[in-house]
């Protein structure tokens, strides 16, 4: 197992955390306004993501003979092209934190269901695929500020990459299909189209630049970094809106009181981001979203566990609980069961990944 897919586990773990948080948050926090947690998760995407970067460089140049002018002076004269992409890429992933937040608000009487988010974002390797495919059958290279020359393309991985995400998206819906309501909505499928894009395009436009041998060692990697969070800054134009402002000032003191669960939700949320961002530059950007993909088997573990403490409320007639800062009531918190077809497809899944990461190395 490569460094790359290693990364790309943390990341995939840290995407399971951050679903999980965000779908207990985004009600008693954020009193379901998108746009709200969409600022927070800008700003803090921006500076956390900054300040783990430079924790970053300060241990890199502690152990290595490169300087912190070394990394400074590589990103000045990497700027054009490749971190203005980095900019893009940024602004891409907090577009892609945006229509995520908008599908954890109820529409239509109907609930939430974060194991269906979770069951989307697990196909974007597909779509990854397929877009390669179609770059390579039409030489589309020359778009892309960097190099797509060492992407896998065969049949079996393709084959494998299908299998895992079946047996993901198997494992996910289970007997009760959790999916069909985002089927039938107009505006759930265009805020996923837009999130599923979002997600191909800045992950293709980072593997075609970290992967880049030509130019990209690991201090240019580390050199690019800090861009890449300036992007997200993208993310603060929702107080362009005076209503967003107004909104956000009258919500501030509730926010104040989710401090500690808001923080551990965007450090969570930043190390997704962060892992993946390595995981790109060693790994087929394919294979580094199929793992992602897996956060879903974490999101399942994490429902069963707070399903169990709803039967524990339910027995000792409690309505309400705090953890962590954050209101647990009865209502809110889901109802499932682990069936002998969920163990099944776990072990498909597990089999799966198994395979495309030997296919991938």
């Given amino acids: 197992m490569g460094s790359g897919t290693v ?10 955390m951050m679903i999980i948080f965000d779908r207990l948050m985004i009600a008693d926090c954020y009193r379901n306004k998108p746009d709200q947690a969409w600022l927070v998760s800008a700003s803090a995407g921006f500076l956390l993501g900054t300040l783990a970067t430079g924790v970053t460089w300060l241990l890199y140049t502690a152990f290595s003979p490169v300087t912190l002018i070394d990394l400074f002076n ?3 004269r990497l700027f054009y092209p490749y971190g203005i992409a980095m900019m893009l890429c940024g602004a891409l992933c907090v577009q892609v934190t945006c229509h995520y937040f908008r599908l954890f608000i109820p529409q239509g009487g109907r609930e939430v269901n974060e194991t269906a988010i979770a069951m989307w974002l697990a196909t974007t390797p597909i779509w990854i695929l397929l877009a390669l495919v179609i770059i390579h059958l039409f030489d589309l290279d020359f778009l892309f500020p960097g190099r797509l020359e060492d992407v ?27 999916s069909v309501p985002f089927l039938v909505s107009l505006e759930r499928n265009a805020e996923i ?27 240019e990697v580390l050199a690019l970094q800090p861009l890449f969070w300036a992007g997200f800054i993208a993310g ?37 981001y962060y892992f ?66 969920k163990l099944v497809w776990f072990l498909v899944v597990l089999l799966a990944l198994s395979c495309a990461t030997l296919l991938a190395a």
């Fill in 276 to 341: 993946e961002f390595f995981a790109l530059s060693k790994a087929d950007p394919t294979l580094v979203n199929l793992i992602s993909g897996a956060h879903i088997i974490l999101v399942f573990i994490f429902i069963a566990i707070l399903a169990k403490v709803r039967r524990y409320m339910e027995r000792s007639n409690i309505h309400r609980l705090w953890c962590l800062g954050l209101r647990l009531t009865r209502e809110r918190l889901p109802e499932t069961s682990i069936t002998p077809r």
């Fill in 152 to 178: 896998n393309l065969t049949k079996e991985f393709a084959i494998v990459v299908a299998l895992a995400v079946g047996a993901l998206i198997w494992f996910e819906t289970g007997d009760a299909k959790q």
């Fill in 74 to 76: 590589s990103m000045v």
């Fill in 236 to 272: 603060v134009r929702v107080l362009l809106k005076k209503k967003n402002r107004i909104d956000f000032c009258r919500n501030w003191c509730r926010m104040k009181k989710f401090l500690i669960p808001t923080m551990v939700a965007e450090i969570i949320g930043m190390t997704v």
């Fill in 193 to 219: 189209l837009k999130m599923l894009s979002a997600i191909v395009g800045y992950t293709i436009i980072l593997s075609s630049i970290l992967r880049n041998g030509d130019v990209m060692t690991t201090t």
């Fill in 7 to 16: 990364v790309a586990c943390l990341g995939s773990f840290s995407l399971g």
